[in-house]
């Protein structure tokens, strides 16, 4: 077997653990469903509330799809966290498998993941608001941006999957401050234009604010990826940078991790 | 210490490794394990002077044996383990594993070793074949046949096939460790690390995992470093043994040279006990009482 096919096997095992994991977790996964539902529900319904079709759209594609990118931002940058939990971390630290094909399985069930969750949300919100018309929506926009924003994320997942590595007993909760900081910049439920000029540098440099922005131009305006180039080469060169930077980082905290006894189970 | 070569030479075993590529990778002539003057030491506060958790340590296991490595708690006998698998990078000193680097040829050493840890480590949600099946894609193994060799083993071990697909957490803390037994038996490792593999356990499953050592080393070729604080398992297991206190190697030789040397020092009959209290200045049995783990470990 070439070197390549077992590290592309080894992101399959990954792959398929996770589904294993989830399968077995099924009762979570529908709690974890229906909470997810709510929480659109509840954030589209201040639209509705307003009587302003437009305001529905821009809050509901807002819920979705921040949910999207927050899933897939989960799933990597738990990949460590939960292998602590379970005590598994120091048996994956010795197989004999790249550091990258173990995240490309993580990454890959994430985005498989992500994209059936909030595919069930967007169903479920369809058929609450039926007066909403998605005549005019360019679908191939909407999936050309959740997945340029995915690798994106991604980049971003894996530096959040030091933090476990790097903080024994808080890591995990660590990696919900970086993520709540991308909610606040990102244009999610507002516009960025009114936040102050200094956060709205930071926004121009969430992945999140073009994603988020294409998919709405897209589902609402119907504008064609041609058509919205602007936000499309900041994801190209974030994902570009940020993958191989979150793996050249992942592996500098290893080898930290490795140095100062921090890849043992703890608690 | 400088190395010494412990232990005789066995003549040479049937290689059971099913990977080919794995049995060609291995240079019969050169030790399975070589460590050499290895220290490791940890920093445990900004202010405080780094912990020397292994201190010039040195050990030789030649292909086919098992060292043993005794020690109180703190006494850096996991810290040896952990260095050994490439879970702590090396403050000083190599180890090599049939003759490849740890540092310099990762993944080459990966592939040669597994590990069982005192504590059973596995997605408890899942079924051991489950965990199994992980295992087995991570080392490159064929799914299909790794099946019926994770069956076998458990079989072996007495784990029936009904109880393979049912979630480890259901399990006794005795089926868990043989499933973690099952594990790195799983991937034909060259070089087996047993870091307490029986502490905890009850007498029958502590008696079965010790039998299959044993016929593991006989049917599989492993070479096999176990850390233990069971004397008895080590005097009946090991063909050398080393112990440590202070992170420093303080004696090594086989169980009989040593439990004669105690003997000789002693005038009267020496247990391998004896020779644990007089090198180390306590007794195994007031260590164990301390706790299982300790900071260090």
Same mark, same amino acid.
């Given at each position: 077997?070439?070197?390549?096919?077992?590290?592309?096997?080894?992101?399959?095992?990954?792959?398929?653990?996770?589904?294993?994991?989830?399968?077995?977790?099924?009762?979570?996964?529908?709690?974890?469903l229906?909470?997810?539902?709510?929480?659109?529900?509840s954030?589209?319904?201040?639209?509705?509330?307003?009587?302003?079709?437009?305001?529905?759209?821009?809050?509901?594609?807002?819920?979705?799809?921040w949910?999207?990118?927050?899933?897939?931002?989960?799933?990597?940058?738990?990949?460590?966290?939960?292998?602590?939990?379970?005590?598994?971390?120091?048996?994956?630290?010795?197989?004999?498998?790249?550091?990258?094909?173990?995240?490309?399985?993580?990454?890959?069930?994430?985005m498989?993941?992500?994209?059936?969750?909030?595919?069930?949300?967007?169903?479920?919100?369809?058929?609450?608001f039926?007066?909403?018309?998605?005549?005019?929506?360019?679908?191939?926009?909407v999936?050309?941006?959740?997945?340029?924003?995915?690798?994106?994320?991604?980049?971003?997942?894996?530096?959040?999957?030091?933090?476990?590595?790097?903080?024994?007993?808080?890591?995990?909760?660590?990696?919900?401050?970086?993520?709540?900081?991308?909610?606040?910049?990102s244009?999610?439920?507002?516009?960025?234009?009114?936040?102050?000029?200094?956060?709205?540098?930071?926004?121009?440099?969430?992945?999140?604010?073009?994603?988020?922005?294409?998919?709405?131009?897209?589902?609402?305006?119907?504008?064609?990826?041609?058509?919205?180039?602007?936000?499309?080469?900041?994801?190209?060169?974030?994902?570009?940078?940020?993958?191989?930077?979150?793996?050249?980082?992942?592996?500098?905290?290893?080898?930290?991790?490795?140095?100062t006894?921090?890849?043992?189970?703890?608690? | 210490?400088?190395?010494?070569?412990?232990?005789?030479?066995?003549?040479?075993?049937?290689?059971? $490794?099913? *990977?080919?590529?794995? /049995?060609? %990778?291995?240079d019969? &002539? =050169?030790?399975? #394990?070589?460590?050499? +003057?290895?220290?490791?030491?940890?920093?445990?506060?900004?202010?405080?002077?780094?912990?020397?958790?292994?201190?010039?340590?040195?050990?030789?296991?030649?292909?086919?044996d098992?060292?043993?490595?005794?020690?109180?708690?703190?006494?850096?006998?996991?810290?040896?383990?952990?260095?050994?698998?490439?879970?702590?990078?090396?403050?000083?000193?190599?180890?090599?594993?049939?003759?490849?680097?740890?540092?310099?040829d990762?993944?080459?050493?990966?592939?040669?070793?597994?590990?069982?840890?005192?504590?059973?480590?596995?997605?408890?949600?899942?079924?051991?074949?489950?965990?199994?099946?992980?295992?087995?894609? $991570?080392? *490159?193994?064929?799914? /299909?046949? %790794?099946?019926?060799? &994770? =069956?076998?083993? #458990?079989?072996?071990? +007495?784990?029936?096939?009904?109880?393979?697909?049912?979630?480890?957490?259901?399990?006794?803390?005795?089926?868990?460790?043989?499933?973690?037994?099952?594990?790195?038996?799983?991937?034909?490792?060259?070089?087996?690390?047993?870091?307490?593999?029986?502490?905890?356990?009850?007498?029958?499953?502590?008696?079965?995992?010790?039998?299959?050592?044993?016929?593991?080393?006989?049917?599989?070729?492993?070479s096999?470093?176990?850390?233990?604080?069971?004397?008895?398992?080590?005097?009946?297991?090991?063909?050398?043994?080393?112990?440590?206190?202070?992170?420093?190697?303080?004696?090594?030789?086989t169980?009989?040279?040593?439990?004669?040397?105690?003997?000789?020092?002693?005038?009267?009959?020496?247990?391998?006990?004896?020779?644990?209290?007089?090198?180390?200045?306590?007794?195994?049995?007031?260590?164990?009482?301390?706790?299982?783990?300790?900071?260090?470990?």
């Amino acid at each position: 077997m070439t070197t390549f096919a077992h590290e592309l096997k080894a992101s399959y095992a990954f792959m398929e653990r996770n589904f294993f994991l989830t399968r077995r977790y099924w009762g979570w996964e529908i709690a974890f469903l229906v909470y997810s539902v709510a929480g659109a529900l509840s954030i589209s319904l201040i639209g509705a509330d307003q009587g302003s079709p437009r305001l529905l759209l821009l809050l509901m594609v807002g819920a979705i799809f921040w949910n999207y990118l927050s899933v897939v931002f989960s799933w990597i940058a738990e990949t460590i966290s939960v292998e602590r939990w379970e005590g598994t971390l120091e048996y994956t630290m010795m197989a004999p498998i790249r550091r990258w094909s173990q995240l490309l399985g993580s990454v890959l069930y994430a985005m498989l993941y992500g994209l059936i969750h909030t595919a069930v949300i967007l169903v479920v919100l369809i058929l609450f608001f039926p007066q909403l018309d998605f005549t005019g929506a360019n679908p191939l926009t909407v999936v050309a941006f959740m997945l340029l924003g995915s690798f994106s994320f991604v980049g971003i997942g894996m530096i959040a999957a030091i933090l476990p590595l790097l903080y024994v007993e808080r890591g995990a909760q660590m990696t919900f401050v970086l993520q709540s900081c991308l909610l606040l910049v990102s244009g999610v439920y507002y516009s960025i234009d009114i936040l102050p000029g200094w956060m709205q540098v930071l926004s121009h440099l969430s992945p999140a604010t073009y994603v988020l922005d294409g998919v709405r131009k897209g589902l609402i305006d119907g504008a064609p990826v041609t058509a919205l180039l602007g936000d499309v080469w900041p994801l190209v060169v974030m994902g570009a940078v940020l993958i191989p930077f979150g793996l050249w980082a992942f592996g500098r905290a290893e080898r930290y991790a490795k140095r100062t006894g921090k890849l043992k189970r703890v608690g | 210490m400088t190395a010494t070569v412990l232990g005789q030479q066995k003549i040479a075993r049937p290689n059971a $490794l099913r *990977g080919a590529g794995k /049995a060609a %990778a291995i240079d019969t &002539a =050169v030790p399975a #394990l070589l460590v050499e +003057g290895v220290t490791k030491r940890f920093v445990v506060g900004r202010k405080r002077k780094p912990v020397v958790a292994i201190s010039n340590v040195s050990l030789r296991l030649e292909r086919g044996d098992i060292v043993g490595i005794l020690g109180a708690n703190g006494s850096g006998k996991s810290t040896l383990i952990r260095l050994v698998s490439g879970l702590l990078t090396l403050d000083s000193g190599r180890v090599s594993v049939f003759g490849f680097d740890i540092e310099r040829d990762e993944l080459e050493v990966k592939r040669l070793i597994n590990r069982v840890s005192v504590d059973a480590a596995f997605f408890k949600k899942l079924s051991p074949m489950e965990n199994l099946l992980f295992a087995a894609r $991570l080392y *490159g193994l064929d799914v /299909a046949g %790794a099946k019926r060799e &994770a =069956v076998a083993i #458990l079989g072996r071990l +007495g784990i029936g096939e009904k109880r393979v697909g049912r979630p480890i957490e259901q399990m006794s803390r005795g089926m868990q460790q043989k499933v973690a037994i099952a594990r790195a038996l799983l991937t034909s490792p060259a070089l087996l690390l047993l870091d307490e593999p029986t502490t905890g356990l009850d007498p029958r499953s502590k008696l079965d995992v010790q039998t299959f050592i044993e016929e593991l080393r006989e049917t599989h070729d492993a070479s096999i470093v176990l850390t233990t604080h069971d004397l008895d398992e080590a005097e009946r297991l090991c063909d050398s043994i080393t112990v440590l206190a202070g992170g420093r190697t303080v004696v090594e030789d086989t169980p009989a040279g040593l439990i004669a040397a105690e003997a000789r020092r002693m005038g009267r009959p020496a247990t391998l006990h004896d020779v644990f209290m007089t090198h180390t200045g306590r007794s195994l049995d007031d260590d164990v009482e301390e706790g299982e783990a300790d900071d260090i470990e």
